[in-house]
């Protein structure tokens, strides 16, 4: 097996994207490598949304800060030391292949099969489908048990 020196987790609060975190855990600890944990705020379910609700872009980003700080917990708790956290807005089938991996050098990918938005993964595809295909880098899609 490749030795990782960079990995990427992609997180959004649902069961897998748990279950990836733990193996990202596992796996940066077990290659000694850094972890770059990300949460990205998909700003296209906002578009119609947001002419009612206003604050609903402000509770997104509260709710994706905190889980970045329990997940950043969670993984100095494993004995990772070098855990960056990553937010950002815009679509997370392109932001997370082609911007954050890029930025951070990542060279393995972790997400889970599925995430929170099954309305999209019926209708255009799901997000770690997506950054499969686009990577440059090795991507690990990991399932629930």
Do not use: W
């Amino acid at each position: 097996m490749a030795k990782y020196n960079n990995v990427l987790v992609a997180v959004d609060g649902s069961e897998e994207s748990k279950i990836a975190l733990k193996k990202a855990l596992d796996l940066a600890k077990e290659n000694s490598a850094s972890l770059t944990i990300v949460h990205i705020i998909d700003t296209r379910t906002f578009a119609t949304i947001e002419q009612y609700d206003r604050t609903i872009v402000s509770r997104a980003e509260n709710y994706g800060q905190e889980l970045l700080e329990q997940y950043e917990e969670e993984a100095k708790q494993a004995g990772i030391e070098d855990v960056t956290t990553v937010i950002d807005f815009g679509s997370p089938k392109s932001k997370i292949p082609k911007d954050i991996a890029k930025q951070y050098n990542i060279d393995l990918i972790i997400t889970g099969a599925t995430g929170l938005n099954a309305v999209e993964r019926m209708l255009i595809g799901s997000v770690s489908e997506a950054i499969a295909r686009q990577a440059a880098c090795d991507v690990l899609i990991v399932r629930s048990p």
